[in-house]
């Protein structure tokens, strides 16, 4: 079962704040955060094993709240760098992923 | 030096040929895998490999068949293409098949006219 991300897209301006959002409408173990800029492979940014854990990478950090079967990434004080198509994946013996959300952070 | 290279970057090709793309990582993992993005974003997890042992088969076409020769190595053989094959075929490889992190390729784009 697809995890479902939202929002799709996402438009921000530099040094603005943004929330990406994950659930599942099965239970959930652990959830991973990759992020994919234009033309080039996912990258990995977090992994969350376990629920209420919280993770910061920069200023980029993920919630999990496994009760609620749902992860959030915080992305705060955009940089350009930050553009890119974020993706949950959740784990039941492989890793599926979310649809995507589309971020892009403009000058 | 790359820790999962794909070959061939570009495939263009007609309907109906066979295609190949090759995979190779040299990070010592035991578990690799086949995603395909479609022109949609979708990454959908196709096929995975834990120490050449096929582990998840998607369900995913006949006409496609992976192969491990040994657990640095993951091909995958596209017979009789068809135009909805179209998309990026990225390989991945990960310590093994748990809650692993998975380490992609940069991605075979393989078009089909």
């Known amino acids: 079962q697809q995890p479902v991300q939202s929002p799709q897209a996402v438009i921000l301006r530099e040094g603005e704040d943004a929330v990406i959002n994950c659930s599942s409408s099965k239970a959930l173990y652990s959830v991973h955060w990759y992020r994919q800029k234009h033309g080039e492979a996912p990258v990995f940014l977090m992994i969350l094993l376990k629920g209420g854990e919280q993770k910061g990478h920069d200023k980029i950090s993920a919630s999990f709240n496994e009760k609620k079967q749902q992860s959030s990434l915080y992305l705060t004080a955009s940089q350009l760098s930050y553009s890119g198509t974020y993706f949950c994946?959740?784990?039941?013996?492989?890793?599926?992923f979310g649809q995507g959300t589309e971020l892009s952070v403009k000058p | 030096d790359t820790a999962v290279s794909q070959t061939p970057k570009y495939l263009v090709t007609q309907m109906g040929n066979d295609k190949s793309i090759k995979c190779e990582q040299n990070?010592?993992?035991?578990?690799m895998y086949w995603y395909k993005q479609d022109s949609k974003k979708f990454l959908k997890i196709m096929f995975s490999y834990n120490n050449k042992e096929l582990i998840i088969n998607e369900t995913v076409p006949n006409r496609f068949s992976p192969k491990s020769p040994d657990k640095a190595h993951l091909n995958l053989h596209i017979n009789s293409l068809e135009l909805g094959d179209s998309a990026v075929y990225f390989c991945?490889?990960?310590?093994?098949?748990?809650?692993?992190?998975?380490?992609f390729g940069a991605g075979s784009r393989l078009t089909v006219l």
């Open positions: 991945a490889s990960s310590r093994n098949s748990g809650a692993n992190v998975l380490t």
């Open positions: 990070l010592g993992h035991d578990t």
């Open positions: 994946g959740t784990e039941a013996g492989k890793l599926i």
